[in-house]
């Protein structure tokens, strides 16, 4: 029988994967982890050694598609001046079923006819509670 798996595949039972897993990892792997899962990830670390990994430019490309790690907590983009609404931009934010539009005018906010001077004033309105208008509204 003739197989296409890498001599890691062949040589190494589920005791010695966890042990390299460790290594490469830094902790032990979930309990719940598939040998296969074991096996794919050993294999990549010694091509990764081997053949010297993923090139920056590609984790750079990557890391645009993944969210940060739970612990450091989740990717904040500072508006830039590209980013911000102009005016004549409708923000729209759908609340607890109902749809809430917001226009963006040169003095300030309109939303259901009336002015505001911020998205945090509209936010507070439509929640009851005191929210950054702008994390409200994604903007």
């Known amino acids: 029988m003739t197989t296409s798996a890498s001599p890691t595949q062949i040589t190494l039972a589920r005791p010695e994967l966890m042990k390299a897993w460790s290594l490469a990892y830094g902790g032990p792997p979930s309990k719940n982890i598939s040998t ?21 430019s590609t984790l750079r490309e990557l890391r645009k598609y993944v969210p940060a790690p739970y612990k450091t907590g989740p990717i904040i983009e500072t508006p830039t001046a590209t980013t911000k609404p102009v005016p004549g931009t409708r923000l729209v934010r759908e609340w ?27 936010a507070r309105t439509i929640t009851g509670a005191r929210w950054s208008g702008p994390r409200f509204f994604g903007v």
């Not at 296969?36 to 090139?55: V, W």
């Not at 809430?100 to 911020?118: A, L, P, T, W």
């Open 36 to 56: 296969r899962l074991l096996r794919l990830a050993c294999d990549y670390n010694r091509q990764a050694k081997e053949y010297g990994g993923i090139r920056k």
């Open 96 to 122: 607890r079923g109902n749809t809430h539009m917001v226009d963006i005018e040169e003095n300030g906010f309109v939303y259901q006819g009336k002015s505001y001077r911020s998205l945090s004033a509209i």
